[in-house]
């Protein structure tokens, strides 16, 4: 079992599937607002879905628009459990505290090497940890 | 952070769950980028209300949002069309409907229905005052010409701005954060808003995320600085620059404690290489000015200049100006423009407008910041001409 500290930047508990973006990830453009689904073409994860996972990603990037998506995907029922972050940017944090999705940043860079798509993990956005189960 | 007992309360939900959240991404944004306290704000410009840049997801969010009122001054960006020439534009009817829901939603949130990406020409910021804007041409416009604060503010944090009346004490409102790094020395002769915005771009494209200190530009009217601001904003996310002689912050004694780590000499084939990519001019099927929109003066100059063209345009040729300076255009320029088939429009602007419904595939335009966002986001084949050119062009058919 690991365990990774990070910083709470928006409270709450999850627990769920791991989706990893190696990449940074524009919320505007990048994932179908109706579903969820990695819509761009050159993403190492495109094709899968964000609709209840723990994403994680180094920081977002693109349009403010983001924020409003990420509010859109969850009224849709289609927002991940979590965000995960090495450092959160605006329209993250935004888009987050909005539509009430626990987020954590600062997490150690390493966490990248130990966490993969498809591993469970609990993630305590009071504590800011990330325990992976398996 | 440090808050007032009156912030605290906000948080805790005393006025609401709408401030509650609006607070909390306030206090949230300013936790993780270091700020210590909010600060009073006294002019809010909320940016992203266009139908088409956000869409169903940014509408229902302005919905729920509608429910409470601003608690600072607030005027609006562009929507996607012009409010009362929205039919003669192809705006399909249910682009119609969702954008004026989104302008009811404002409207009940009590923000001004300015729908103009200036601003500065509906109430001009005073030296040392606090804004949350958005519209990237505007915050540097705020910060370098008028010497306000604010940050480079995105659509959804424009609208909790304007519902606390403050914004957390971060960037461009502390003082020293607003030191130039780099020095850009203009070698390149700018003697009108063409190459004023392609000056900008360059240096937007050097500077990056920086502060620069830009010297050496001899012609310093307001069309220069704004297209100055306006090509900076669209290939940068700088917030601020400073222009000798122009920008009030500069003074003896801030220029000679100046941390300069780098010097940029800008000469005149540095533009030419980016006016090279727009070259296209025939054929154009639309000739566009008011990118951004136009000031009473720019609206009267081109006037005069349209006067010396006998009969009504071959290409044609749109104006775009806010509403508050379309009131203000007298009733004969705007008859002699309706006689030449020159058409004046407002609210709107063609970056965010449904461009797709109005049969514009060949554009000629002054502005390198429209030229960019339609070749980039509309797929438009963009050429750019001085403003005269523009003109002409217009009225003669062929380049």
């Known amino acids: ?134 | 952070m440090y808050l007032t007992k009156e912030e605290e309360a906000i948080l805790s939900g005393e006025l609401g769950p709408e401030y509650q959240k609006a607070m909390k991404v306030l206090v949230k944004l300013g936790d993780a980028l270091g700020a210590e306290k909010l600060i009073r704000i006294v002019h809010a410009h909320i940016s992203g209300i266009s139908y088409q840049n956000i869409g169903d997801a940014g509408l229902e969010f302005l919905e729920e949002y509608s429910k409470v009122k601003v608690r600072v001054y607030a005027t609006s960006n562009p929507i996607g069309f012009d409010m009362k020439l929205w039919s003669e534009m192809n705006i399909p009817e249910s682009f119609y409907r969702k954008q004026m829901r989104i302008v009811s939603a404002l409207k009940r949130m009590g923000v001004e229905q300015t729908f103009t990406c200036t601003p500065y020409y509906i109430r001009k910021p005073s030296v040392g005052e606090h804004l949350a804007w958005g519209e990237s041409n505007a915050v540097l416009y705020a910060n370098s010409i008028c010497g306000a604060r604010t940050n480079r503010e995105g659509g959804p944090s424009t609208v909790f701005a304007a519902l606390i009346g403050k914004v957390p004490c971060m960037g461009m409102h502390v003082e020293s954060y607003r030191t130039p790094r780099v020095l850009i020395k203009v070698e390149a002769p700018i003697e009108n808003s063409l190459h004023a915005g392609v000056l900008g771009y360059t240096i937007g494209l050097y500077v990056k995320d920086r502060i620069s200190l830009i010297t050496n530009i001899r012609r310093r009217r307001e069309d220069i600085v704004k297209a100055i601001c306006a090509g900076l904003g669209t290939s940068s996310s700088s917030p601020l620059f400073f222009i000798e002689k122009i920008s009030p912050e500069i003074s003896e004694t801030k220029l000679k404690h100046m941390d300069i780590t780098e010097r940029v000499e800008i000469e005149p084939h540095d533009l030419e290489n980016i006016m090279d990519k727009y070259s296209f001019r025939a054929n154009a099927d639309a000739v566009f000015l008011g990118c951004p929109h136009l000031s009473y003066n720019e609206i009267i100059e081109i006037f005069n200049y349209i006067s010396k063209f006998e009969g009504t345009t071959k290409i044609p040729l749109t104006l775009v100006t806010s509403r508050k300076v379309f009131n203000e255009i007298p009733e004969n320029v705007k008859l002699e423009f309706r006689k030449k088939n020159v058409k004046l429009i407002c609210d709107t602007c063609f970056v965010v407008a449904p461009l797709k419904h109005m049969d514009v595939r060949r554009l000629v335009t002054n502005s390198i910041k429209q030229a960019y966002y339609l070749a980039n986001i509309h797929g438009v084949k963009v050429g750019l001409c001085k403003t005269r050119e523009c003109i002409k062009l217009a009225f003669k058919g062929e380049a």
């Open chain 1, 1 to 134: 079992m690991l365990k990774f500290k990070g910083r709470v930047l928006v409270e709450g508990i999850a627990k769920g599937e791991v989706l990893v973006s190696k990449d940074p990830i524009s919320f505007l453009g990048d994932i179908d607002p109706e579903t969820g689904i990695i819509i761009r073409r050159d993403s190492d994860i495109q094709g899968l879905t964000i609709k209840d996972k723990i994403l994680i990603f180094p920081h977002g990037k693109g349009s403010t628009v983001g924020s409003y998506i990420i509010y859109r995907l969850k009224k849709r029922g289609c927002a991940p459990k979590a965000i995960l972050n090495l450092r959160s940017d605006p329209v993250v944090i935004i888009g987050c505290v909005i539509s009430e999705i626990p987020l954590l940043d600062m997490l150690p860079k390493e966490i990248f090497e130990k966490i993969r798509t498809g591993n469970e993990v609990v993630v305590d956005a009071y504590k800011g940890e990330v325990i992976i189960l398996k």
